[in-house]
Nanobody, 116 residues
Framework: QVQFVESGGGLVQPGGSLRLSCAVS????????LGWYRQAPGKLRALVAS???????RYVDSAKGRFTISRDSAKNTLYLQMNSLKPEDTAVYHC??????????WGQGTQVTVSS
């Protein structure tokens, strides 16, 4: 059974940093392209960054230069290092395959709140 368990969110001041983690089980972790997504209040869930099985990374424009996605195949864990956080980064962050499958389960996510 595929499972994604996100952690590491919290309340941080503008300009601060957070490192999100996602424990993945039920899939051949190293063989899949994975992504971090976020859903802000009143908005649809959207991709933030992705990393391929060959460790090729891609970012949405708003994340470039501030966020870094990485993976540890020995631990089946996906990471998102977020620096220089802005209030507009406030959202619930999720991880999943990229692109996500229609029947792919979503975890509860981890809340990131950027506020002074």
């Amino acid at each position: 059974q595929v499972q994604f368990v996100e952690s590491g969110g919290g309340l941080v001041q503008p300009g601060g940093s957070l490192r999100l983690s996602c424990a993945v089980s039920g899939i051949a972790f190293s063989q899949f392209t994975l992504g971090w997504y976020r859903q802000a209040p009143g908005k649809l869930r959207a991709l933030v960054a992705s990393i391929s099985s060959g460790d090729i990374t891609r970012y949405v424009d708003s994340a470039k230069g501030r966020f870094t996605i990485s993976r540890d195949s020995a631990k089946n864990t996906l990471y998102l290092q977020m620096n220089s956080l802005k209030p507009e980064d406030t959202a619930v962050y999720h991880c999943n395959e990229y692109p996500s499958r229609p029947d792919s389960p979503w975890g509860q996510g981890t809340q990131v709140t950027v506020s002074s």
